[in-house]
């Protein structure tokens, strides 16, 4: 395992890196804003090569890791297909080439023939990372990978990242929105139990180094396994008062009832990754959200990482109603071996009753007992 992680985080360092090159040389990011302009001509190219950037970090992840781990080849997984159409009518496999010159000549397929942007995207393809990280050689722990499958979020809170500006204030070290809320998400898990077993978040943009105007990124893991619990990151003390960060597209209803335990202590932030990465860091002690629109993809490493300092990432709706059957020593914690039944589509993995993160196990106690005191709430 502790190879394994090690093979995982230079993945996500190199995912990082692509995703800032997207964004930091102009023959790639002109792509990217080019629709935020109105450019009406070549909408669907563009709206490819958003999706592009997901595919292609994606693609390098399953490429590297499947790569050095035979056995977990086929069961690692994200959320884009990696075929495209591009402006001439071909459809364009993604993936990694053995070479970077057949790489860059794939790409320039899909980018419609832009050499320039094709060649800068292929090189960080393969570059070959080096993690200069001694806390890795501490860890040593030995688990089985053969019945493990990975999850991935290449990039999570795409719009964010798209359109979203790197020079945001955060608010009690919580970023309301832009670039710092998109991140890169890898989870492992068991294939047979569906347990999250280790998780990886990479901040692609964490800190602007100026004045060269180049990102550095920063990532945080975590091993949750047996009576084995590894994290970069120490665990975070209850907040006094207590805060919950939210999306700001949760409902009225939701956020009414919650007000007797946070009071004014609300915080609203964008990406379902970054708002659990909040609870891991400790700047809010709850991430709460009634919907089902979050996925396997986006909260599997995160859910590893709050596991290995002692919280859990639990469904919304189950949790709730186990609550108001007496039921409070089971919690109903999230799992990522099955499909939802009777679902189609993405909607085959999504956490369809909603979810809460947590990091200390009395605050969803002080959670759902607020909920279940409300009289209108789901």
């Known amino acids: 395992m502790a190879a394994l992680l090690k093979s995982l985080l230079a993945a996500s360092e190199k995912a990082a890196n692509i995703a800032q090159l997207c964004r ?21 190219f563009l709206q490819d090569f958003k999706t592009l950037a997901d595919v292609l970090i994606q693609e390098v992840i399953k490429h590297d890791v499947g790569k050095e781990f035979p056995e977990l080849q086929g069961y690692i997984r994200g959320e884009e297909s990696n075929k495209f159409e591009n402006g001439l009518g071909e459809t364009v496999v993604v993936q990694v080439c053995p070479t970077e010159p057949e790489t860059a000549a794939l790409l320039q397929k899909v980018l419609d023939r832009n050499q320039t942007a094709s060649e800068l995207l292929a090189a960080a393809v393969h570059q070959e990372m080096v993690l200069s990280d001694p806390a890795l050689n501490d860890v040593t722990v030995t688990i089985s990978t053969e019945n493990m499958a990975v999850w991935i979020d290449p990039i999570d809170s ?47 943009f964490f800190q602007e180094q100026l004045p060269e105007h180049r990102w550095q990124s920063r990532y945080h893991w975590g091993i949750s396994y047996g009576d084995t619990n590894l994290s970069s990151l120490s665990r975070p003390l209850p907040r006094v008062p207590p805060r919950v960060v939210l999306s700001s597209s949760e409902k009225r209803v939701l956020q009414k ?50 596991r ?48 809460i993160a947590y990091m200390h196990h009395d605050h969803i106690e002080a959670v759902m007992d607020t909920l279940v005191a409300a009289v209108d709430v789901v």
């Not at 990465?277 to 993809?297: H, I, N, P, R």
Request: hydrophobic content about 40%.
């Open 158 to 204: 795409t719009n964010q990242y798209i359109s979203g500006c790197g020079d945001v204030v955060p608010v009690d070290g919580i970023y309301p929105s832009g670039l710092h809320s998109a991140l890169v998400l890898i989870g492992v898990y068991n294939r047979h139990s569906g347990e999250p077993v280790l998780g990886i978040i990479n901040e692609p």
């Open 257 to 306: 009832a919650l007000v007797p335990l946070y009071g004014e202590q609300f915080c609203f932030a964008s990406g379902a990754g970054y708002k659990m990465l909040c609870v891991a860091l400790g700047f809010a002690d709850a991430y709460v959200l009634s919907e089902g629109s979050t996925f396997k993809w986006d909260s599997c490493g995160p859910h590893a990482i709050l």
């Open 308 to 355: 290995a300092l002692g919280g859990g990432i639990v469904d919304f709706a189950g949790t709730l109603r186990a609550w108001r059957a007496g039921q409070h020593n089971s919690l109903p914690e999230l799992t990522y071996n099955k499909p939802e039944e009777g679902a189609t589509g993405a909607d085959l993995w999504a956490n369809r009753g909603g979810v």
């Open 24 to 44: 930091q040389e102009e023959a790639l990011f002109s792509l990217l804003i080019e629709e935020k302009r109105g450019a009406d001509k070549n909408k669907k």
